[in-house]
């Protein structure tokens, strides 16, 4: 498929987890990363918290979330994203796992350490910090993802 679907399906996939499923007319997996999006949210209290952080109130975003179900977050939206990168012809790309594995990852650690993370002596929080976090992750994989194309003699699909 183009790169414009591939690109298109990530797009939704960021909007909400399971639209780009749906965009894929991966029904059944849509709903489940729909129903995923709603319990780890509902649990987590992430909507409550990302409203504070948006006024830079980090350290009111990190006593709003529970962090047993947020953990969970970063891992669900990125593997939802590279599903419907892969289902939209990302699969036929070498080594397309390693940049959202590496942000999932590094979006996790953004969570672990938003409580005490501080910019100017001011703490990003736990929405912030995580998406930071998976940011930089992301870049990080291209790169390790660029290392075992040039290694291997792979050499990736337009």
Known sequence: ??????????FWSIAFPGFG???NKKYAKGFLFIFLEFLVNVQARLNA???PSFYG???VSNATVNYQWIMFYP????FSMYDAYRDAGGKDVPYAAIPFAI???TGTIGVIYSQSFALSGHIIGVVWLPILSL??????????RGFFIRSGGIH???
């Open 1 to 10: 498929m183009s790169r414009e679907r591939k690109t298109e399906a990530i």
């Open 21 to 23: 499923q749906f965009l």
């Open 49 to 51: 918290a990302i409203i």
């Open 57 to 59: 109130l980090g350290e």
């Open 75 to 78: 891992c669900i939206y990125l």
């Open 103 to 105: 942000a999932a990852y």
């Open 135 to 144: 940011l930089a992750g992301y870049l990080i994989g291209m790169i390790v």
């Open 156 to 158: 990736p699909q337009p």
